[in-house]
Every structure is written in C-alpha cells, then in structure tokens.
C-alpha cells in the first residue's frame, strides 16, 4: 500500500510551530479518540518541548468509552494533561478551561499574586490531517467575544480568536504529520483520514475484518447477522457480503460493494464504537 500521501512543506510547517510555541501558554493537541496512537505525530515531544500540552481525544462519540478514559489515564502524566471531546457537537469542551487551569496552575498563580486579573489563556491548536482541527476551532469559535485583529509587534499576521471561557486560540491550526508505516497508514485508512481513492479498499476492508474479528467479534457477528466467525478473514468478508447480497452474476462476490459498506459502516459509527488502539 502506498505510504506517502501527505503533501506539505513539513520543515515550513515545523519552523511556524516553533514560532508560534513562544506566543502561546499551551499547545492542544487533537487526535483521533478511535486511533490515539497513529493519529499523533512523532515528533511532537521534541516539538513542544516543556510547553503544557492538552491531549484532546477528539471524536468520542465514535470510540469505544472505556478505552478512551484508559488513554487519558495512560497520556495525562508531566506537563500533559488528556480528555475527550465531540467537537461537532461541543461535549466535552467545556472541560478544556479547566484543564487548562489544571495544567497552567503555577503560571497563574505566579500572575494572580503580581495583581493580574482575568487572565487569558494562549493556546496553539496542532494535529495531524483530519483529526478536527478546524470543528474544535469552529466549536470553540462559537463561544466568541470578537475576532482580536493582528497585534503589531507581538503576533503579526497573526489571528486569535478569543473565546468566553477566557481563551485565546490561533485561528490557523498546526498541521503535522503521522508516522510513515503499515499499521499507521491501515488505522488512518480505516477511519478514512486517507482518502478511499488512493487505497485498494478491497485489501483494506479485508484488513478491516482481520482487526474487526479479534477486536470486536461480537458485534461484528452481530451488526453482520453472522452465526459464528471464522479465523480466515477472507471467509468472514465472504459471509459478511452474503448477507448484504453483494453478489455479481456467476455467483461472485462483489468485493467492491461490500468494502464500501464495511468501510462506511466502521466510519459512520455503525457497527460499534471503536477504540482500533489500546494503551
Ligand atoms: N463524529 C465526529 N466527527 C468529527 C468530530 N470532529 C470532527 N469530525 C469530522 O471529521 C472530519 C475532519 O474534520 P476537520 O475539522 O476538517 O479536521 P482537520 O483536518 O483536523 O481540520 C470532518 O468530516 C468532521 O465533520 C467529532 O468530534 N466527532
Ligand atoms: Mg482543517
């Protein structure tokens, strides 16, 4: 399969990061709450350095809970704090001020004690391609005082949006990259962060129920009406596009039909929520 579809101008995109650390209190950074570890970027530690960081699980309402409460146990440790959040429908964010504060405590003190009030909160928002970036920043948006214009000499070019809770984000998000290998590129494809076009999605759903079939039997037998599984993933797909006809004439499979509907199904949360990575 092939593994580099990302364009960009990463070592751009790096130095912007760099720059805009020093402007902000804290960086968060958004992942996938079904792929918490394909969907971060390796070389976010050397990137952030000490800088605060909040973890944000993006895309609960697809994950599986229990896995997800694990993750943030698991991530939150040093200067990093975890949580989850639906940035289509706003759950979750409204926990960010106070993770923040969690996370930014001596800072705020130390300003609190020189006589400062209401204090805001700087923060860069980083992620990978389509973790939802721009839905937090929409979400968050929503929640707006005004757009703050450019401000000569400190932030110039620059864009923050100041929000109610007392934060101020970059309206521009840091896109960075995944890691470049199979299971990270097979995790992205599952959930459709990499686009169906360039992947053979026959290989793909194949690949899919190979996961499926040792993450989540029960509820593929069941969202498949399958009576039992077997241990040969070719055999389950088979079964699976039995059951949803997808057959040609000559009493073929038709495996492009029926990767489709297990590739849409997986993606629209229908067959389970799906924690694809564990801790
Ligand atoms: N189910 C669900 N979908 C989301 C969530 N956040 C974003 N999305 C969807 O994920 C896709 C990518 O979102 P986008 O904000 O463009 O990601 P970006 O590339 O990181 O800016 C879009 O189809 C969004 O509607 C979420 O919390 N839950
Ligand atoms: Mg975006």
Known sequence: MPINWFPGHMVK????????????????????????????????????GNKPRLILLNKSDLSEGAITKQWIKELSKGSIRAMEANSLTGAGLKNIKPEL???????????????????????????IPN??????????????????????????????????????????????????DEETALSLAFTGAIKDEIMDTEELALKLVEHLQVLYPKELMERYKLDELSPSAIENLDNIAIKRGCIMSKNTIDYNRIAAILLDELRGGKIAKISLERP
Do not use: Y
């Open 131 to 180: 973790v939802g970036k721009s839905s937090f920043i929409n979400k968050m948006a929503q929640n707006t005082i005004a757009k703050v214009g450019d401000r000569p000499g400190v932030t110039k070019n620059k864009q923050w949006i100041k929000t109610k809770m007392g934060i101020e984000l970059l309206d521009t998000p840091g896109i960075l990259w995944p890691k470049f």
């Open 13 to 48: 995109t790096r130095r912007q990061i760099k720059e805009n650390l020093k402007l902000v209190d804290a960086v968060i950074e958004i992942r996938d709450a079904r792929i918490v570890k394909s969907s971060a970027n390796p070389e976010i530690e050397e990137l952030c």
């Open 101 to 127: 504060n969690n996370l930014l405590k001596e800072k705020l003190e130390r300003q609190k004690n020189k006589g400062l009030v209401n204090i805001t909160i700087r923060v860069m928002v980083v992620g």
